[in-house]
């Protein structure tokens, strides 16, 4: 088994995969404080869950935009599975042809989705990663990533409205009954969901006008189904999009 892990601000995403077959999923809270042994502690328990002893695992594959947890998980993996995994950074086969300024600014998840996205859809391609922040991540007709745009996620702007006025609550982020709220609950839930959904369309229309063409929008990442279900364009969902392409990376530097 190959294990993949994408680890995120909020959440660490597990992938175990069987050859292409992805047979487990799990999640676990983004613990900075975390030492290696507390997190192989927490992926001993996730294994067994699933039903997978830890000898099982013969290869992993990481990527962190935490450079603490990216260090301790890569430890843990090592002492639990007795693997070294392969850690996206310089010096690791992609396969991805890279065109921003600074190719080592680009983050190792946006990287894992571009991947993902090779071959898997048709070029060129918007996707869309809603997690702690917004990413977009933009590929041309040969595949080249070729730049992007980052905006705070609804979690983290929930969040500042709260602690940044005197009189705006905190909201569960769901979409209200109508666009037009009547209540400042409902007001501040359309403005998280309907505005995120509304900057999707917005940049992805955007976008496609830089390209000259249309594009293949792709939406992934934990708040990616209830944004996308208030878009009025057509984005295709993808949840293992990123652990795709961590087992793509993993096999290319496995030969």
Known sequence: MILT????????????????DLVFTARLA??????????AVALDSVLRLKGVAPDRVTGAAVSSVVPTVGSAVTL????????????????????????IENPAQLGADLVAGCVGALGKYPMPC????????????VMDASGAMIGGVIAAG??????????????????????????????????????????????????AAR??????????????????ERIVAHCKREFLLDDRLLLDGLLQIYKRNSR
């Open 76 to 99: 843990a993996l090592r002492t639990l599975c007795g693997v070294d995994a392969v850690v996206i950074g310089p010096g690791v086969k992609t396969g991805l042809n890279i065109r």
């Open 154 to 203: 609804p979690a983290m702007t929930r969040d500042a409205l709260a602690t940044g006025t005197a009189q705006l609550p905190s909201v569960d982020l769901r979409a209200p009954a109508r666009v037009i709220g009547a209540n400042t609950v409902d007001c501040v839930q359309s403005g998280l969901i309907h505005g995120a959904a509304a900057m999707l369309d917005g940049m």
């Open 5 to 20: 892990v994408d680890i995120g601000n909020t959440n660490v995403t597990l992938g175990g995969f069987e050859g292409d």
């Open 126 to 137: 918007i996707i869309f990663d809603l997690g702690t922040a917004t990413t977009a991540m």
């Open 207 to 224: 976008i496609e006008e830089e390209l000259g063409q249309p594009a293949t929008l792709v939406a992934t990442g934990g708040l990616a």
């Open 30 to 39: 983004t613990e900075p404080r975390h030492t290696a042994d507390q997190y």
